[in-house]
């Protein structure tokens, strides 16, 4: 099979310099074949690019920097192809020969322009990849952009995921075309200077607020409920939250609370900021609330965060999440609640955060947000399935199955209400963990997966601050993580107290 990349030479970049793709393992060749440009760009965008690239990027490269066009070596064969992907604004030749014609489209829209159009207008554009011939839409995205610096940034984030998007539809696999939430198309409101000039005096904003703050600074929720809970009210509301008191300079997040022989932990990620790596630590909890100190019980050479934790087979397990090391590994408990033992490894050579498992229907299955290294780390689905939590584990016949930034990555346990099975997500669409969603799945099977997002959960008056992206629950004890202003030195928290709110109280209006 031969790839042909139909593209523009004014709109010539560096994500376009490639001679190979990879579907589904395989390198599959790729040729580009150039076009005449029909839509100009707007003025003055590679001089913007550049800037960025010195100021926000630091002078490191990337997908959206210019590609310098050199006839002799970049023209594709012609005739040649068995798959074309057009990225340009022209129609179709009818007498193409290849057997696949694919057109990314943009908020509905052909073109790079149309890429640029919906950021500018203050969001990354739905992605579709549609079928040339018949019209039909084979697969639909919708990109996180966490990781995207500036207007450059946005760019090569979106077309990232649009190759992602490419190569699982060429793997052969079925494809999931999920129904999602589209922006309303906008006018180009911003001028792209006007952009760029944004984005930099919001970066200008975050280097002082690195400067004299932690951040992220995470703090955990607490509350017994003997009432409705979350699931239940689909809100918020009820007994008011505690929060877990931390040093100030480490923060709590991703909590997960179990009962395990008599005694109830909420186990959470434990970051030392002036370190930068989380480790895996527990407090215990009572009656009237947290009983004793925080205890670390797993530590790893690498980041650990997000200890997902399963009973099987009359043992204790837990999953932190290792995915900078590329593999998911199953740690059992030898000594409750503080020591434990890497036991296997589930699955290896991937990016794969927030590891959550379920049984359903005689299986396992195992979600996380899937990275294939580019782009985002939220906006990617992937699903396996074993008959034992040991496995072996079997990819979902449509992996990635879901390209989402508002619903894909997971947001803690699985919850089965009156037999129906539903899953927290996070919602990173202003941002990363800035939102939770409730989302009940329609259908799981090895070849299927269909959900829906019920409700939506923000930080506000019954939860003050700026991100909320876990939620999980044991008996009477419901647990929640939020952000907040954490000053980086006591003259700062004494100027600003109320940014801080102690432990057992509900949090301040000021986070």
């Known amino acids: 099979m031969i790839i042909e990349f139909r593209c523009e030479r004014d709109h010539a970049r560096q994500w376009m310099r490639r001679e190979t793709l990879s579907v589904d393992g395989s390198d599959v060749p790729v040729q580009i074949a150039w076009t005449t440009t029909s839509e100009a760009q707007p003025a003055g965008l590679d001089a913007l690019f550049e800037l960025e690239r010195v100021v926000l990027r630091r ?10 066009y050199v ?25 193409c020969s290849a057997r696949l014609y694919l057109r990314p489209l943009f908020n509905g829209a052909a073109g790079e322009n149309a890429a640029l159009a ?10 579709e990849i549609v079928n040339d011939i018949d019209g039909a839409v084979l697969d639909r995205g919708h990109p996180s952009s966490e990781i995207a610096a500036g207007l450059s940034g946005a760019l090569d984030t979106v077309m990232a995921r649009t190759l992602t998007m490419v190569a699982a539809i060429l793997s052969g ?6 129904q999602l939430s589209r922006p309303v198309g906008a006018a180009n409101r911003r001028r792209p200077a006007g952009y760029v000039l944004r984005g930099l005096a919001a970066s200008i904003a975050k280097e002082i607020y690195r400067l004299c703050c932690y951040a992220p600074h995470w703090h955990i929720g607490w509350r017994f409920n003997d009432n409705a809970d979350v699931w239940q009210t689909g809100d918020l509301s009820g007994p008011g939250w505690h929060v877990l008191a931390d040093p100030g300079n480490h923060f709590y997040a991703d909590p997960f609370p179990i009962t395990w022989r008599g005694r109830t932990f909420v186990f959470f990620e434990d970051l030392d900021h002036r370190v930068g790596k989380g480790i895996i630590s527990a407090i215990e909890f ?12 797993l530590e790893e050479p690498w980041h650990l965060s997000y200890p997902f934790l399963i009973e099987d087979d009359g043992e204790l397990w837990m999953i932190p999440e290792s995915s900078l090391r590329g593999d998911v590994a199953l740690y059992k408990c030898v000594r409750f609640p503080d020591k434990w033992e890497r036991h296997a490894t589930l699955l290896s050579g991937l990016e794969l955060a927030d590891a959550t498992i379920t049984r359903h229907n005689g299986l396992y299955y195992l979600f996380g947000a899937w990275r294939d290294g580019t782009a985002g780390y939220s906006d990617s689905l992937a699903i396996y399935y074993a008959e034992h939590l040991l496995g072996p584990w ?3 016949a449509s992996n990635p199955v879901l390209i989402d930034r508002a619903s894909a990555r997971p947001a803690g346990n699985f919850v089965n209400i009156n037999d129906r099975l539903w899953r927290p997500v996070q919602n990173c669409t202003d941002g990363y963990g800035a939102a939770l969603g409730l989302a009940e799945v329609i259908e799981l099977s090895p070849t299927a997966f269909r959900q829906i997002v019920r409700h939506s959960l923000k930080p506000g008056p019954l939860w003050p601050g700026r991100k909320l992206h876990t939620l999980n629950r044991c008996g009477r004890l419901e647990v929640i993580d939020g952000s907040r202003v954490q000053p980086k030195t006591s003259a700062f928290t004494r100027r600003l107290p109320s940014a801080i709110p102690p432990a057992r109280t509900r949090p301040s209006a000021a986070c």
Do not use: Y
């Open 394 to 396: 079997r990819p979902h």
């Open 118 to 127: 919906a950021v500018l207008a203050g969001d990354l554009p739905v992605v």
């Open 71 to 95: 006839p002799d070596q970049m023209q594709a064969r012609a005739g040649t192809a068995d798959v074309i992907v057009d990225f340009t604004t022209a129609p179709r030749d009818p007498g």
């Open 59 to 68: 002078g490191k490269a990337g997908g959206a920097d210019r590609l310098k």
């Open 286 to 297: 009572g009656d009237a609330g947290p009983i004793g100190n925080v205890v670390p019980v």
């Open 173 to 178: 696999r079925p494809r999931i075309v999920p």
